[in-house]
């Protein structure tokens, strides 16, 4: 059975920091593309950071560069999401998610954890 697990969400004041972890489970993680995305009510996913099986690529979406940093162990099958001078409208709930494929196209990923809430106030 795949399992994402995500964990380390919050509330935190801007400019604060937060380390979002997810554990996985039920599939060879080292063999997966692998991201973060994130859902704001009302508003659609969108993909926040991805890294490519051995870590050959990653990208950002434009308004976290620079903020955020992606990592992978694949030796505990856990990715990260380290959160830095965080801002208001990064408040949503963040996923982490696995797919085959190298996309930010949400419906292009085959499994997806349950999210974890990252709230930051000004």
């Known amino acids: 059975q795949v399992q994402l697990v995500e964990s380390g969400g919050g509330s935190v004041q801007a400019g604060g920091s937060l380390r979002l972890s997810c554990t996985t489970s039920g599939f060879t993680f080292s063999r997966y593309n692998m991201g973060w995305f994130r859902q704001a009510p009302g508003q659609e996913r969108e993909g926040v950071a991805r890294?490519?099986?051995?870590?050959?690529?990653?990208s950002y979406a434009d308004s976290v560069k620079g903020r955020f940093t992606i990592s992978r162990d694949n030796a505990k099958n856990t990715l990260y999401l380290q959160m830095n001078s965080l801002k208001p409208e990064d408040t949503a709930t963040y996923y982490c998610?696995?797919?085959?494929?190298?996309?930010?196209?949400?419906?292009?990923?085959?499994?997806w954890g349950q999210g974890t809430q990252v709230t930051v106030s000004s």
């Open positions: 890294m490519s099986v051995g870590i050959v690529s990653i």
């Open positions: 998610a696995a797919t085959s494929f190298w996309t930010f196209s949400p419906g292009s990923w085959q499994y």
